[in-house]
């Protein structure tokens, strides 16, 4: 289990920005004070390291040079299953403007020596900002914002989880972004998301009573999931159509049509947030697990050229599950071939150039799973990175990749994507003459299952010049007769 790092300790420690020379020499990371006397490397052009004091470095004066930067936690933990503990360090920066940006670092030790094994960005506040980072047998667990109202106002979260590799720490799998609520930034109405069915509620020690209503049905069963810090001493959960109690409200099936109110109060002070998961139909532990699995490659050191890439391997008790892996990994592992070919045989390297491969499992029953990557390609010279999407969907009976072909009519094509161009507008995702931009309408690149329905997604530029890829859900209910049967009801099954 993980361990946190007290924030005193002794002040000997000898400061290192990574690499340690001479005598400083280390039996384990435990001996480390990341909090005092460390010194960081921030990757920011300005003011490039920082050396802390209780966990913070400051200077300048705001408007003139200004950098703040702060260790926010650290934790210790064997993350690649070596024996030592490697120390993950969760850090954010401010510049003097609004901004405040989060990363996760992560240190080896090595000969003795503290080396830096990788850190992986994440956001701004609300726009990807962390909220906070946990390990459980090696996996990193990130809880990270992001928001439909600006850096300001974190409205949703999702959890991602970060693996070392051989050579750096690295995003494995991105979590499914729900609906986030906590009192002194909830709405009075918690909404879920569009394709998901559930939400996150954090309680944090400054929260002593609140509340919000959420929409339901009847016959649907809602479940509470308790998942972390100290419970609240009352939490009540209320019909509105009936104005009565909902006994056995932690698994429950809902009596009525119509608003529930979610009311907590607390007396006691809490160091750590609580937080919830309200789940409306369905069980939160999928039929099938997996764990990441993740393969790096470096071509070149200086310049760098260097691939990344991360995939789900699956535990099932269906006949085709080890074929399906192997399928999967070939699949995954094919992608950087060309980018890897491009970047060295058809142009000299100028400059540091990766390509990162990381994923989400979008579904997950015992015999049919669907995965979303999400690539980011930067090849040296290019102005801007590209990222988008790729997808994959297996059948663990079968052992084998399903082509998008068995999933929709794509003799069909031209219906198919006006409800998709349909459901881009209604979200305003689709830029004002995309399809004279492109000189045709839009296609999608990517096909993922998720629960109800797909998820057609777009790389960067696909839609217009500079416009960011998409990952826009339809309903099997819109796709009606267009999407193979079977595919649904293997789906609606779970």
Known sequence: MPTTVPTTVPTTVPTTTGETSGDDTYVSLRQVDFMNGFTYDTEVDYSPVATVTDGEYEVGERGDDYFWFRVKQVLLADLDGDGPEEAIVSTTWNGGGTGFFDSVLVFRLIDGGVTNGGRVQFGDRGDGGIQSVEVDDGIVTVWSFSTTQGACCPNEISASTLVLGEHELVLGERGPTRAWWTPDRGADELEFIPGTNSAIIT??????????????????????RFDGGLAPDEIS????????????????????????????????ARDLPARFELLIDGEPDPAVTWT???????????????????????????????????ALTEYVTSLDDYWIEDVTESSEPQGDCTYDVSYAVTFAAEDLVSVRFDFYDYVCCRPYPNYGTRAAVLDLAAGRIVAVDEILDMSRIDAITEIWIAELESQGLLPEGVADLLGARPEFDSLTLVPGGVEFGTDRNSLGGATPGTA????????????DPSVVARVTAQ
């Open 292 to 326: 990441p699995q993740v393969q790096q490659f470096v071509v070149t050191d200086a310049p760098l050229v260097a691939t990344s890439l991360v995939w789900p391997e699956f535990a099932s008790s269906q006949p085709g599950t080890e074929a399906a892996n192997q």
């Open 203 to 224: 309680l944090y020690a400054s929260d002593t009573a609140g509340s919000f209503v959420f929409e339901a049905g009847a016959g649907q069963r809602m479940t509470l």
């Open 237 to 268: 959960i209320t019909d509105l159509s009936t104005g009565e109690l909902v006994p056995g409200f932690f698994e429950q099936e809902l009596p009525s049509n119509g608003m529930y109110e979610f009311r907590f109060s607390d007396d006691a």
């Open 472 to 483: 826009t859900f339809v309903s099997f209910d819109q796709l009606g007769d267009l999407i």
